[in-house]
């Protein structure tokens, strides 16, 4: 189980950060995924980043990708 955020992508089509439709920026253990869409299984809260004024949705789970879609699916751990 990871510690999961997800902020939206203010940056969005930009060079590295997506085409203009990938508008969720979803943080793993420090690594960074663009998704056009997110679905939640688990409970979540809001996180305020402690070094800027962005702030998340936060929750504890397991990242599962469909590039078909390009849809984060964060599960609860089984």
Known sequence: ???ISIRFNKSRGQPGKGTPDHVWRV????QEYLFK????NVPSI????QLSDDWNIAC????VIDKETSTAVINPLL
């Open 37 to 40: 869409h997110f679905k939640l």
């Open 27 to 30: 943080f793993v253990d420090k």
């Open 1 to 3: 189980m990871s510690h």
């Open 60 to 63: 504890d789970g397991v990242l």
């Open 46 to 49: 809001s996180e305020k980043e």
